[in-house]
């Protein structure tokens, strides 16, 4: 009677001890943020080719609801980690069909041409939707300041600037509540905002270009940077921590990607969907698994974890039943 539990949880707890801890917590956020940064070009390009001229904006108007609706869910949900994610996917959504489909939109309207690459003819280096978004960076820097002055942020980043920057913010308030859909959302529009913005004003040829030697020490740094994040990611336990530490992990090393990418290092066949239908297919497969058992990973399996561990190292066992 007591051996039909035992077997039937054994895979399940096995599961959980292989998954739910280090250092998987943080790779399965790492690796669907990565994934989620080549998909957008594809869904962008998926868009206009199959919705067209007349109405891929409103197909895009329709994904960025779609994102504000998976945000107004993730705010009231009392789970940190369905309302991380639900953040994460939120932010990604309103990103890509309210954020970049409006400078395609201002683009057009504008008849701003593309930027073709001088060193392979026919070869766009720049699309005119990005030059636009170069515009936006007053906007972006204004906010900011906002962000890094809240005495209640608990951004790495902003908090070592504050603390060496000896900027006075004030005492956080110990009863402040976080929403972490809203966190996570703002986080992922702003990290890849930013990250957006640097990489186009390194690629401007009157300030840096793509082949300017300061642009090859910045991919390489951005390399160990990103190296450097990952291998904190993989000691995270805690499920929420991972994936609002695994966002600027997966996109500071995507800007690598951008760059090498930039020199034609390889071939970027998420910009070319109907080329590569396994690749793509296998990427989109990948994803969805990743995101299943990262769904399925409970808030609180480190404690857990923890007290069964120290529990076997100590000796003791729960009496048979």
Not at 61 to 76: C, E, K, T, Y
Not at 124 to 150: D, H, P, Q, R, W
Not at 160 to 185: E, M
């Amino acid at each position: 009677m007591n051996a039909v539990p035992n077997e039937s949880t054994a895979p399940q707890s096995a599961l959980k001890r292989l998954l739910y801890r280090p250092p998987y917590i943080g790779l399965l956020a790492f690796v669907i943020v990565f994934v989620v940064q080549a998909l957008g070009h594809t869904v962008m390009i998926l868009m206009e080719d199959i919705f067209g001229e007349k109405y891929v904006f409103h197909s895009a108007f329709a994904m960025g609801l779609f994102g504000a609706v998976l945000l107004i869910i993730g705010m009231r949900r009392t789970n940190e980690v369905s309302a991380t994610w639900l953040g994460f996917w939120a932010g990604t959504f309103m990103w890509t069909g309210w954020i970049e489909f409006s400078f395609v939109w201002s683009a057009h309207t504008l008849g701003v041409p593309d930027l073709m690459d001088p060193r392979v003819p026919g070869e766009i280096a720049t699309k005119a939707e990005y030059l636009v978004m170069m515009s936006s960076v007053g906007v972006m820097m204004s906010t900011l300041v906002y962000f890094l002055l809240n005495k209640e942020t608990k951004c790495n980043m902003f908090l070592w600037i504050q603390r060496h920057g000896h900027l006075k913010t004030g005492k956080p308030n110990p009863a402040h509540q976080r929403n972490f859909a809203a966190i996570t959302s703002l986080e992922t529009i702003y990290v890849l905002w930013f990250c957006y913005l640097m990489l186009l004003f390194i690629y401007d040829e009157n300030i840096l270009g793509d082949h300017h030697p300061v642009t090859y020490v910045i991919f390489f740094l951005m390399v160990i940077w990103a190296a450097y994040l990952f291998l904190r990611l993989m000691k995270f336990w805690k499920v929420t921590t991972a994936i609002r530490y695994g966002i600027p992990t997966a996109i500071i090393g995507w800007n690598a990607v951008e760059i090498a990418g930039r020199w034609h290092l390889f071939t970027e066949f998420w910009e070319k969907p109907w080329e590569y239908g396994l690749e793509m297919g296998l990427f989109t497969g990948g994803l969805i698994i990743a995101a299943w058992l990262a769904v399925r990973t409970p808030a609180h399996v480190k404690a857990e974890l923890s007290r069964q561990q120290m529990a076997a190292g100590s000796g003791n066992k729960a009496p048979a039943k």
